[in-house]
């Protein structure tokens, strides 16, 4: 995917999720509390971009919590492209949505 705008002309298989891996901020807006540049990757947030057709809860554009280890498996299909990292995750291990009008930034 040498262009960004071909990560939006992926469409996923069954159950799946592909996914935009949000990087987590350095400091909340909010709070000012500091996040460790060692604990930046442990960010289980995305957006995501298209879904497969046996999705039922999302839609591209929803900003999700995700679970990165679910049952001691690693998320093995995730990329990097340019500064954007992907993944494709089956839509059980999402576990929420995120309200950007509740969260206001303080994820």
Do not use: C
């Amino acid at each position: 995917m040498s262009d960004s705008n071909e990560a939006l002309k992926v469409k996923p298989m069954f159950n799946l999720v592909f996914l935009e891996w949000e990087e987590a901020p350095s400091v909340w807006d909010k709070s000012g509390l500091v996040r460790p540049d060692n604990y930046r990757g442990m960010h289980y947030t995305g957006t995501v971009i298209s879904v497969g057709p046996d999705v039922w809860e999302l839609v591209p554009g929803d900003r999700v919590f995700f679970d990165q280890f679910p049952n001691d498996h690693s998320i093995e299909n995730k990329f990097n492209e340019g500064d954007k990292r992907y993944a494709f995750i089956p839509e059980t291990w999402i576990h929420a949505t995120i309200d950007e009008r509740t969260l206001a930034g303080n994820v």
